[in-house]
């Protein structure tokens, strides 16, 4: 399964991103989808996983701001994400497992370009 980032974009803090994660591939539904995110000279880090069933886990510097969500029929992913603050800036790049668990291990084959966020302060 391959895996496309849209929906970034330059925003004002405080304002809000949808991103989007299109997935290929008929067994879409049987993902974990984390989104990850990596600012300069850091390293890349899981900010929302989403599992097949009812699991959902978000980082404590996204939590109650970030909202992740799946619509299996799209073969989509989405980050809602709402009162950015310019630490939140990063390039947005989502990845999927069949165990869920393995998202924090980021172990993936390839990961796709990823869609950059700007938030301006």
């Known amino acids: 399964v391959q895996f496309v980032e849209s929906g970034g974009g330059l925003v004002q803090a405080g304002g809000s991103l949808r991103l989007s994660c299109a997935a290929s591939?008929?067994?879409?539904?049987?993902?974990?989808i984390g989104w990850y995110r990596q600012a300069p000279g850091k390293q890349r880090e899981l900010v929302a996983g989403?599992?097949?069933?009812?699991?959902?886990w978000y980082a404590d510097a996204v939590k109650g701001r970030f909202t992740i969500s799946r619509r299996n029929a799209e073969n989509t992913a989405y980050l809602q994400m709402n009162s950015l603050k310019p630490e939140d800036a990063a390039v947005y790049y989502c990845?999927?497992?069949?165990?869920?668990?393995?998202?924090?291990?980021?172990?993936?084959?390839?990961w796709g370009q990823g869609t950059q966020v700007t938030v301006s302060s």
């Open positions: 990845n999927g497992d069949l165990h869920f668990e393995r998202l924090w291990v980021r172990n993936f084959g390839s």
């Open positions: 591939g008929s067994t879409f539904s049987k993902y974990a």
């Open positions: 989403i599992s097949s069933g009812i699991g959902i």
